[in-house]
């Protein structure tokens, strides 16, 4: 039966479809994170680094099922330790809304991300900066 079995037009393209709406209800599933810039929490370096962070690698954040099965929208505003390498350390929730809904994707994402490294005289050195993430159910 397995050697002979032949796959119908239908059937292809039902899976075409079924893999069409997968896709979407992925995407829409996705949250958002807000475009803007990430900023740069050191006044000092701000000024010197133009008071944004360039991130090179950035992870977006996996949707918590109980927020989507409940429709909870939100946001995290965390602050965290761009390293000499670029990675990211000691990430600190300053707000979230609701709170402790979105806050543990948050930080593991964030803990993914990577930087270009800010140099300073030819050295690279850790800096803080803030990025805010918005969980939007589209």
């Known amino acids: 039966m397995l050697n002979t079995h032949q796959g119908t037009r ?11 709406l997968l896709v979407t ?4 599933l996705a ?19 133009g008071g944004t962070a360039i991130p090179t690698v950035r992870i977006n954040p996996r949707y918590p099922r109980e927020a989507v099965e409940n ?5 995290v505003t965390a602050e965290f330790t761009i390293t000499e390498n ?13 709170a402790g809904v979105f806050d543990q994707v948050a930080t593991d994402a964030l803990a ?4 270009e490294p800010w140099v300073k005289n030819g050295e ?7 990025q805010t993430i918005e969980f939007k159910i589209d």
């Open 71 to 75: 429709k909870t929208q939100g946001s």
């Open 86 to 98: 670029g990675s990211v350390e000691e990430i600190v929730v300053l707000e979230s809304e609701p």
């Open 124 to 130: 690279a050195l850790p800096f803080r900066a803030t």
């Open 112 to 115: 993914e991300w990577r930087f």
């Open 31 to 49: 949250p958002s994170i807000r475009a803007d810039a990430i900023k740069v929490a050191d006044a000092e370096l701000a000024r010197e680094a």
């Open 25 to 28: 209800l992925g995407a829409a």
């Open 10 to 20: 239908a059937r292809l393209i039902c899976g075409y479809a079924l893999l069409a």
